[in-house]
């Protein structure tokens, strides 16, 4: 089955400042990669997802870029505020339109200090 | 829409007890999926269904779990029975398409 790993598992960064977050996956079908926000004590919410077909996709201040070669992907998140503070989850899997069997990272807490 | 619901939020029962946990989906959606989050093993998949139809069970850990989809409005995900170590947050979500929505989470301690 697939495997995801995501580092780092916690980053600090000041205010303004850019944030990147890294997973990489291992089966070579996954063709979908969304990213969730989960603030303390609330639910994971997509943020931002890319599929094979793209190798970068850009939302305001957040972007995904994606290797497929190499079988990784990376969230880029510039000019960070306070409000970017939670933990980021990566995640893959085939992409069959409704039924996407998510495999996870660990997670990134991320934390933006003023 | 009032998004995913679950039902309780906070659940706290003593080992051995039954523990039903309950989900209604965004209306028109047809896929559902019951995951569980723990500081050790992150967020897990246990089981989705689609059209009220159990799709993927691979990730129930154990016989002690099992999950139940009657109609396209209402999910039960039940333990029994419970032990500590399924102390954790469990999350249903549902989708359409491919993003997945939350619902709030039913946080479970097992005494």
């Known amino acids: 089955g697939e495997n995801v790993e995501q580092h780092p598992s916690t980053l600090s960064v000041q205010e303004g400042d850019s944030a990147v977050i890294k997973c990489t996956y291992s089966?070579?079908?996954?063709?979908?990669f969304p990213w969730y926000k989960q603030e303390l004590g609330k639910r994971p919410q997509l943020i931002i997802d890319?599929?094979?077909?793209?190798g970068e996709k850009k939302d305001q201040r957040i972007a995904v870029t994606l290797n497929k070669t190499a079988k990784h992907f990376s969230l880029h998140i510039t000019e960070t505020q306070p409000e970017d503070s939670a933990v980021y989850f990566c995640?893959?899997?085939?992409?069959?339109?409704?039924?996407?069997?998510?495999?996870f990272g660990t997670g990134t807490q991320l934390k933006v200090e003023l | 829409d009032a998004g995913v619901i679950q039902s309780p939020r906070h659940e706290v029962t003593e080992m051995g007890q039954e523990v039903t946990l309950r989900c209604k989906p965004i209306?028109?959606?047809?896929?559902l999926f019951w995951y569980r989050q723990t500081m050790m093993r992150g967020l897990e998949l246990l089981i989705y269904?689609?059209?009220?139809?159990?799709?993927?069970d691979s990730g129930m850990p154990e016989d002690r779990f099992s999950a139940k989809m009657p109609n396209a409005s209402f999910s039960t995900l039940k333990i029994q029975p419970s032990e500590p170590r399924d102390s954790a947050v469990y999350f249903c979500?549902?989708?359409?398409?491919?993003?997945?929505?939350f619902g709030p989470g039913t946080r479970l301690t097992v005494l």
């Open positions: 089966d070579s079908a996954s063709n979908y």
């Open positions: 209306s028109g959606h047809d896929y």
């Open positions: 995640a893959a899997s085939m992409d069959t339109g409704g039924g996407n069997k998510l495999t």
């Open positions: 269904f689609n059209n009220n139809v159990p799709i993927d």
């Open positions: 890319i599929r094979s077909n793209v």
């Open positions: 979500a549902s989708s359409l398409s491919a993003e997945q929505f």
